[in-house]
């Protein structure tokens, strides 16, 4: 049983919160959340950290643990697959957050190497003794974040076995593992709501959040007590509040966030790039400087150029609208196409048309512009200019994969050839013992090392010349020395 009632919990030290921001790797460190919980996010949660790293490195720990005393209520994110380094890690933190979260949706990669995430989902046993260790010996709750399965039932049954161990708040992401990058699809609502209505903790759900509009009805449609928001808080960190505001403004507000509480430029990149994805998808010369700058003093600095620029297009009117019909220049989540059988035929068929056009042997430094170009020429008149931008982006991604591949021939090529001319060197050297690596004597009678030869001339009782190892002459030497003394007597 939980130590802490969740509906207590949520409503005493989460204030009830409504609006969450997602734990995301390398995304929710402490200046964007502060930026975030002032633009309405209630409740964040910290990038998921590998409790396992946490425990043993001390310099992870700084790095990737930082908070403040604004930054409340905060719920710290792990990964793990052992309940003894999940308890450990949590222990380390439980006085500077709220809660301590297991993160058992990750669906990518890196998650299936190191058996975490959503590839624990088969493990039921395993996720229990994880929690159920968690909740019996920290003093702060514990929550966790779960995938759906395919099967509504099943999902149920899951998110049973997970409330079982004594978690205060359960976060349902309403898509699969599968779920992910090109194949991410739309999240179902309809296993959250199943959830929801089977357990008697909080329940925050998660999945097909474009504006604060599909916030509401979320909540309505699922009965869920709150609402988690990831990628679509990296685009518009208003969301919440349901404002679309100027990307200057809120990138130059990030900046002075990150000026007082520094992060890395990794970070400070990657939400730049998505603040501004409409406006570099217009103006791609901002996008390389941007990319160029370590400097946060020249950081803002860019920004506010871009502002100039944009101020200039909005006085002559000459507005597009995006996606969402909104300017470009405001904040707006990004829409992901969604993937049907018919456009997968069609990339298909493009990627086939564009492998058919380039050259089997691009390895030259001028190959993939000399690819570029052909295609360019020769592909203006049949296609319009969106489809031309995806047959050469087609092209530069088939390109980077050739190059890569020979990148990893050319390694793999080279560790065998050091290999082969180590085993050459070793030959060269010396023969080894019969009976072990290790090189054998070169005047032993019985092609051993010394080692190995001294136990078998002890096992054997007999001699080697060749390492003076003489157990027959000194045994008969001993008989003959003890005979003298007993003839002395």
């Not at 990964?79 to 222990?91: G, N, R, V, Y």
């Not at 992401?173 to 179902?188: D, I, V």
């Not at 019969?434 to 009678?445: M, S, V, Y």
């Amino acid at each position: 049983m939980s130590k802490h009632d969740g509906y207590k919990f949520w409503r005493e030290k989460l204030n009830e919160c409504k609006y969450v921001l997602a734990p995301m790797v390398d995304a929710s460190e402490l200046p964007w959340r502060m930026l975030s919980r002032k633009y309405s996010s209630q409740l964040c949660y910290t990038p998921m950290m590998n409790a396992g790293v946490f425990v043993r490195d001390s310099t992870y720990r700084t790095e990737n643990f930082v908070t403040c005393a604004e930054d409340r209520p905060l719920i710290a994110q792990f990964c793990s697959d052992d309940p003894e380094l999940f308890t450990k890690a949590a222990q380390m933190i439980q006085d500077q957050c709220d809660a301590v979260d297991l993160n058992l949706g990750c669906p990518q990669n890196i998650a299936r190497r190191g058996h975490y995430g959503a590839f624990l989902q088969e493990e039921w046993e395993l996720i229990h003794k994880i929690l159920s260790h968690a909740v019996e010996n920290l003093k702060i709750p514990v929550t966790a974040k779960i995938r759906v399965f395919d099967d509504i039932g099943k999902t149920v049954e899951y998110a049973k076995m997970v409330a079982s161990t004594g978690i205060s708040i359960l976060t349902v992401h309403g898509r699969t593992r599968e779920q992910k990058g090109p194949n991410t699809g739309l999240a179902s609502w309809k296993h959250i709501k199943a959830v929801k209505d089977s357990l008697k903790i909080p329940v925050f759900a998660n999945g097909n959040i474009l504006c604060f509009n599909d916030v509401i009805e979320c909540m309505k449609e699922t009965g869920c007590d709150g609402v988690m928001v990831a990628e679509p808080n990296l685009f518009n960190p208003a969301l919440f509040s349901g404002l679309n505001p100027f990307t200057y403004d809120i990138a130059y507000e990030y900046m002075l966030f990150v000026e007082k509480y520094p992060c890395s430029y990794a970070c400070i990149r990657g939400h730049l790039f998505k603040i501004f994805q409409k406006v570099f998808e217009r103006h791609k010369e901002y996008r390389e400087k941007m990319g160029k700058l370590r400097d946060i003093d020249e950081i803002k600095k860019c920004i506010l150029e871009i502002k100039d620029v944009i101020i200039k297009e909005k006085e002559i009117d000459q507005q597009e609208k995006t996606d969402m019909n909104l300017s470009y220049w405001l904040c707006q989540s990004y829409i992901r196409p969604i993937q049907t059988i018919d456009t997968s035929k069609e990339k298909e068929d493009l990627k086939k048309m564009v492998e058919e056009r380039i050259s089997e042997d691009a390895s030259s430094p001028n190959a993939l512009k000399r690819h570029i170009d052909e295609l360019t020429s020769s592909l203006n008149e049949t296609l319009d200019k969106n489809e031309k931008e995806s047959v050469l982006k087609c092209a530069k991604i088939i390109e980077r994969k050739k190059r890569k591949l020979e990148k990893i021939e050319r390694k793999a090529k080279y560790f065998e050839e050091q290999e082969a001319r180590r085993q050459d060197n070793k030959k060269d050297r010396y023969i080894s013992c019969d009976l072990c690596k290790n090189p054998k004597g070169e005047k032993c009678e019985f092609a051993l090392c010394r080692k190995c030869c001294k136990n078998k001339v002890f096992t054997d009782m007999i001699d080697c010349k060749g390492h003076q190892i003489k157990y027959r002459i000194k045994k008969q030497s001993d008989e003959i020395k003890l005979e003298n003394t007993e003839n002395i007597k």
